[in-house]
């Protein structure tokens, strides 16, 4: 009885959901120029309302101040509500792990450090067609690192708004 309870919620919830799942890609530009990108995948879990599994990764630096090596890694509950047929709001709420390897220029110091922090954030969809959507986002990850001897926390890069592709599936 109890597995055909659980089966009878599981197709009810993928029925109701427009999609069984997500794919995405996007980019930000990050506080000190840096070009950042952003991966995920999402899963509907009942009707609109999912989980989001993202990395993001700093894939060039400012060498004047130091090499920065920063990925985010974060879990997040979504909901996607929509506004009109093509657009819509998707609030988020999560966990984000952020590490981080900083090399000052002129030194031969790399300096690591990594911290979990609580997470949110709004996207707006435009959807294309019933595959593809563009999104643009703002995620508040907030200052993640304390001062690290003499890298100043206010200094590092933290890249807030992304835009990118989703594609359903």
Same mark, same amino acid.
């Given at each position: ?10 197709? !009810? ?12 890609? !996007?980019y ?5 120029d840096?070009?950042?990108? @952003?991966?995920?995948? !999402?899963?509907?879990?009942l ?13 060039s630096?400012?060498? $004047?101040?130091?090499?920065?090596d &920063?990925?985010?890694y ?5 909901? @996607?509500?929509?506004?009109? /047929?093509?657009? /819509?709001?998707?609030?988020k ?6 590490? !981080?390897?900083? $090399? ?8 690591s ?7 949110y ?10 595959? &593809? ?5 703002? @995620? ?10 003499s890298?100043?926390?206010? $200094?590092l ?9 989703k594609? $359903?599936?």
């Amino acid at each position: 009885m109890k597995k055909i309870f659980t089966s009878l919620i599981l197709i !009810g919830s993928l029925s109701m959901a427009s999609s069984f799942s997500q794919v995405g890609a !996007g980019y930000s530009r990050g506080d000190n120029d840096t070009d950042n990108g @952003t991966a995920f995948i !999402g899963l509907n879990v009942l009707g609109n309302i999912g989980l989001r599994l993202e990395y993001i990764k700093n894939f060039s630096e400012h060498p $004047e101040f130091s090499k920065e090596d &920063i990925s985010r890694y974060g879990l997040f509950a979504t909901y @996607t509500l929509p506004l009109t /047929s093509a657009f /819509s709001v998707t609030p988020k709420v999560g966990l984000t792990k952020t590490d !981080g390897d900083f $090399e000052l220029t002129d030194t031969i110091k790399t300096i690591s450090d990594s911290s979990t922090n609580f997470t949110y954030g709004l996207e707006l969809n435009y959807s294309y067609n019933d595959m &593809i959507s563009l999104f643009v986002g703002y @995620t508040d990850y907030g200052n993640k690192f304390d001062d690290i001897g003499s890298v100043k926390a206010s $200094e590092l890069d933290s890249a807030n708004y992304t835009f990118g592709i989703k594609l $359903e599936i």
